[in-house]
């Protein structure tokens, strides 16, 4: 059915916002994906992806998928540290404990109280005597600490960096004031299991889902703020692999980090995390559902475009889709450059509408790259600009590198050109193409494809209008 049939034109099309914290009708057409329902099974923990991969999405739809499936049996508390909070933490330390492990006993006690918040309206006639007991000592420890106020991350950690003693422990066993001649005692272990046991004890009958979502928003890719996300992430699997249970019970933390953070961090045992990991990653199909999610009813994506295929025999979606690092984000960017562009009466995107389109959209994705990856690299903008009139294709790995040396000889003179060329690689800027068989891969499309040593390099068709890349023909 086309939209003439339905007496609407493409202005009327509403395809939703960039970012899913302002999308007020994302519930409306969320769609499930492996990753969504790993979310709600209680075995993945860290959820990576790319900025704009719809990370936030899942997060702020969980309370609402969380009630669907497991109805009152599980409370879900969504923690977004803001930078108050975030500075607080860079600011805790433990004597004698590397600054890492302080931050993990830090974030462990951050999300106990948290998780102590969401159980305060459970109703103790659904519990048994040991666990409503645990009940009010919860109930206890937040009234006596918080008052009536909920705990946020900020204030919880601020009171902290005070020491333990300005937190009232009674509801523990401990007097007013824990200790108070020790002026300086920090975090114990023995106090995270405390308050993690209670709220386990509750949660004999329940889960309790602690969700942490924009992590990246304070990150500046230092030496601390690296300890920071270390100790978030070990603080998650601690809590995890003693207290959740696979049936929805128990206490379950789930973090959500862009995936080129998560891939610069370096630490012990890193390896034991590999099976709590998920990676977000869209194909060409799963976005086409999205956007015909958004669509009217009886509507599909491939009617709102002129018939026929673009250049290069591929159909008007499929051509938006190649240019795009696989991001939900990135398609709907582009699409609504084209709805901008459509005259107020057209009920169909044209071709030229489309190749129009591209050229904003591409000096966007310039300019978008550049800001994504400058706290990770700080000369990234500059590498991204060596390519700028550049060719699309490389016959070798060795062509390419020479390239580097080339445009970018002071980088190179600071940094090894294959160290560059991965830092491009890793950002899906280039691909690989492997025996002049097949088509170019990028990692977007890939988590796992590696760099290799030979192959054709491919300049992302998103960056030629953006860089003026030359298309040459083999």
């Not at 300005?166 to 272990?189: C, V």
């Not at 809590?239 to 379950?252: F, Q, V």
């Not at 706290?375 to 580097?404: I, M």
């Amino acid at each position: 059915m086309k939209l003439s049939d339905k007496g609407l034109t493409i202005k009327d099309l509403d395809f939703g916002t960039v970012d899913a914290e302002a999308d007020r009708r994302l519930a409306d057409y969320f769609i499930s994906t492996p990753q969504v329902d790993q979310s709600l099974r209680f075995r993945s923990a860290h959820f990576l992806g790319r900025k704009g991969a719809g990370k936030s999405a899942i997060f702020t739809q969980l309370l609402r998928l969380a009630t669907e499936r497991y109805k009152e049996s599980v409370r879900v508390s969504l923690m977004t540290p803001d930078q108050y909070a975030w500075g607080a933490m860079k600011d805790y330390q433990e004597q004698g404990l590397l600054l890492e492990q302080a931050h993990t006993n830090a974030w462990k006690f951050t999300i106990a109280v948290d998780a102590s918040a969401v159980l305060l309206d459970v109703s103790p006639e659904r519990l048994d005597e040991n666990a409503r007991k645990a009940l009010d000592r919860i109930c206890k420890f937040v009234t006596n600490n918080f008052g009536e106020n909920a705990p946020t991350p900020t204030n919880t950690v601020r009171t902290l960096l005070k020491g333990l003693n300005a937190f009232n422990l009674e509801a523990f066993g401990f007097g007013i004031g824990f200790e108070r001649d020790k002026q300086q005692q920090m975090l114990t272990p023995q106090v995270i299991d405390l308050l993690l046991d209670a709220i386990n004890a509750v949660c004999n009958d329940l889960g309790v889902i602690v969700a942490i979502d924009r992590l990246d928003d304070s990150w500046d890719g230092s030496e601390v703020s690296k300890s920071l996300m270390i100790g978030l992430l070990k603080a998650t699997k601690e809590i995890n692999d003693k207290y959740s249970l696979a049936t929805g019970k128990g206490i379950h933390v789930i973090t959500f980090l862009r995936s080129d953070i998560y891939q610069g961090l370096q630490f012990d045992d890193k390896d034991k995390h590999r099976a709590i990991e998920e990676e977000i990653i869209w194909s060409p199909e799963l976005l086409k559902d999205m956007i015909n999610a958004r669509l009217p009813n009886n509507i599909s994506v491939d009617e709102i475009f002129e018939e026929g295929d673009m250049r290069g025999g591929i159909a008007p979606f499929n051509y938006i889709v190649k240019r795009t690092f696989l991001r939900p984000r990135e398609v709907i960017q582009f699409l609504q450059e084209c709805q901008k562009r459509s005259a107020s009466d057209a009920i169909e995107v044209s071709k030229d509408t489309i190749r129009e389109s591209e050229e904003r959209y591409s000096s966007w994705k310039v300019e978008d790259l550049k800001q994504e990856y400058r706290r990770l690299f700080p000369y990234f903008g500059d590498l991204v600009e060596s390519l700028r009139q550049t060719q699309h294709r490389y016959d070798s790995v060795d062509e390419f590198l020479a390239l580097l040396e080339e445009k970018a000889k002071s980088l190179c003179e600071k940094y090894s050109s294959r160290e560059l060329m991965m830092r491009l690689f890793d950002a899906s800027i280039i691909g690989v193409r492997l025996g002049n068989a097949g088509t170019a891969r990028f990692r977007c499309e890939d988590a796992d494809l590696l760099l290799p040593a030979v192959g054709s390099v491919y300049i992302h068709q998103s960056l030629y209008k953006g860089l003026n890349i030359r298309e040459t023909r083999s």
